[in-house]
């Protein structure tokens, strides 16, 4: 991975400049505000870059996190690492709509669900792991339970015992593989937001390419709706623009 940071943090950043700047999109996702969107927008927005931040820090880390508190290191990248794949999807939805949700069961994100599947096995529930709407015991080895070997732990990564009914299995989590991994796919599904972002925009100029603004402000209707919206989240000066957009 490229030491000068995490391609993620790259591109969340253009993501928030161009909604910003946007002629279209800032003002489509801030006219859901009441349904959550746009609050949950911004969150994952800073969501991200913090948790990015925090892997940052980690990967910088001269070892002194582990000398300190291992447990505590292992629990807080792992979990970093779960909660930034959450709020992409949470910006993707708030973005685009429920329909645009990301499947992770699709095997497209196979290797994410892997690195989502050791967090929950290993601290995430670790004393007793089970495929969720599962009701049976046992079937395909669906129920776990965790202990991580203590000795092993270090900035590089651990072993740990995975016990299931009918076998017990020892495996090896490499920190570095599993955020360089991770880091690969969010910052290609990113990519495909930025990219329909972009579209979206072209679309809308094209629309209406042949028109000029000062026609454009020059309809009643579109400056009514403009104080209509103004009044409706009871912006200060909404009322006062009204009374003397009606007085003339």
Not at 80 to 94: E, W
Request: hydrophobic share 35%; aromatic share 10%; charged share 30%.
């Amino acid at each position: 991975m490229d030491q000068k940071g995490l391609k993620i943090e790259k591109i969340i950043i253009l993501i928030r400049n161009f909604v910003n700047d946007s002629t279209i999109k800032k003002t489509s996702v801030f006219s859901r505000k009441r349904d959550g969107d746009w609050n949950q927008f911004c969150a994952a927005l800073d969501t991200i870059e913090d948790t990015c931040l925090a892997i940052e820090n980690f990967r910088q880390d001269p070892n002194d996190l582990f000398i300190k508190n291992p447990y505590l290191a292992t629990y807080g990248i792992l979990q970093a690492l779960f909660i930034q794949r959450d709020a992409v999807n949470y910006l993707k939805t708030s973005l685009f709509g429920s329909s645009k949700k990301i499947d992770w069961g699709n095997k497209k994100y196979s290797e994410l669900a892997k690195i989502r599947q050791v967090r929950n096995e290993t601290v995430g529930h670790p004393v007793k792991t089970e495929q969720k709407g599962r009701k049976s015991k046992y079937p395909n080895d669906e129920i776990t339970s965790c202990t991580i070997d203590r000795s092993s732990l270090s900035k590089d990564g651990f072993r740990y015992m995975l016990w299931m009914h009918s076998k017990t299995e020892s495996k090896t989590i490499k920190f570095t593989e599993i955020i360089e991994l991770q880091d690969k796919h969010l910052s290609a599904e990113l990519e495909s937001v930025m990219k329909e972002l972009q579209k979206e925009e072209k679309q809308h100029k094209a629309k209406f390419k042949g028109e000029k603004l000062a026609d454009l402000l020059n309809k009643p209707s579109l400056y009514q709706v403009n104080l209509t919206y103004g009044v409706q989240w009871n912006d200060h000066l909404a009322w006062p623009s009204f009374d003397h957009y009606y007085e003339q």
